[in-house]
């Protein structure tokens, strides 16, 4: 019988110290600058991808892990450092997710090395799906690709929101509608390649954390590219199109594909705030004297503690059994991708909260980062699918029912 371990391998650990050092030792520092400047942190971009921590090999070195927790140990440990600058990094990976999800060898071959860029010049990508009335209902999108037969194009039209890198990236992967009147079962995605004529994003939403990060709205108009550049082809969008007009059942669609393989991952950036916000404040607690002595002799603050530790404990071993099960083609048959990611959402909101109160005044204050990962950690309750929209996916899978 197989020996059953939660050891890391060896390989693992290697990777966790490697990332760890690079957020302690160039994120961490640079964290404050960046999100008061509200730009995208390219020097540090620049650096990660030359130690290797930002480009294609590393993600597929991450994949080739079969336990399917090397990537959600990396991303721990990097948004440990900070999520802003974090999501600057690793925000490239949702495009490269849904190019992944979606699309042939020849499409990963093209575009994915275009999505990093190069050490001397790195590039950013955007995965463009949600719009101004079509945020969790996903099947309300309004923005159209229509199929040009004498040029071999698709024309895109609409609107995006909220897409981290919109704008300031090289590739755009953006999801449309073919066939309105199917819902979500008649969209695709498409690549947009650097330098298409009508895409334009007009101005970076400032925002209430991750404030390193790039986030615009993107415009389409009369956006035209090459017939190569719908995921997965032709062929396959039609036949998949037949089956939907012939009312058999789907196996899935674009958006929804490429949040299902980043939702654990997601969690995992969560735990590495809500992390970062417990070590902080434990620290914190043991230095800080009132009444003759250390704050954390009082059963309040230690009760606390031992509470926001607990939760990140399980939090973690539910994103790991999520990446376990998504990397080794487990069906999330009681909606356990998103079971992590809700889970490591609240708990980071909630730990961070609390080591804002466990300092006090002090913890108001920008001299103390957990303010910052305050406003960091709300955001992992709302994207990627809200809260709500987790409990809706577990409670439907463990129902059968189709809950509204």
Partial sequence: MAEFSLDLSEEQRDLRDWVHGFAAEVVRPAAAEWDAREETPWPVIQEAAKVGLYGFEFLATCWADPTGLSLPIASEELFWGDAGIGLSIFGTSLAVAAIYGAGTPDQLVEWVPQC?????????????????????????????????????????????????????????????????ELGSRGQAAFVVPPGTPGL??????????????????????????????????KEALDERLARARSGQRASGQAAMRTFELSRPTVGAQALGVARAAYEYALDYA???????????ENQAVAFALADMRTEIDAARLLVWRA??????????????????????????????????????????????????WYRDAKIYTIFEGTSEIQRLVISRAISGAQIR
């Avoid at 209902?137 to 929101?161: C, F, I, P, S």
């Fill in 200 to 233: 334009s994003a007009t101005r970076k939403l400032r925002k209430l954390g991750l404030r390193a990060s790039h986030t615009a709205d993107v415009f389409l108009d009369d956006v035209r590219v090459p017939g190569r550049c719908l995921l997965g082809g």
């Fill in 286 to 296: 043991k230095e800080r004297v009132q009444f003759g002595r250390p704050i954390i």
């Fill in 116 to 180: 990093f860029g190069d050490v001397d010049e790195p590039a950013v990508a955007a995965f463009c799906t949600t719009e101004p009335e079509a945020g969790s209902d996903v099947g309300a999108m309004r923005t159209r690709a229509v199929y040009d037969e004498a040029t071999d194009e698709w024309v895109l039209n609409g609107q995006k929101a909220y897409a981290t890198n919109g704008g300031i990236a090289g590739v755009h992967v953006v999801t449309a509608s073919i066939q309105p």
């Fill in 323 to 372: 990446s376990w099960m998504g990397r080794n083609n487990r069906p999330f048959t009681a909606g356990e991708g998103s079971m992590s990611k809700l889970k490591a959402g609240e708990v980071a909101v909630s730990v961070t909260e609390k080591a804002v109160q466990l300092l006090g005044g002090a913890g108001f204050l920008r001299d103390h980062p957990v303010e910052r």
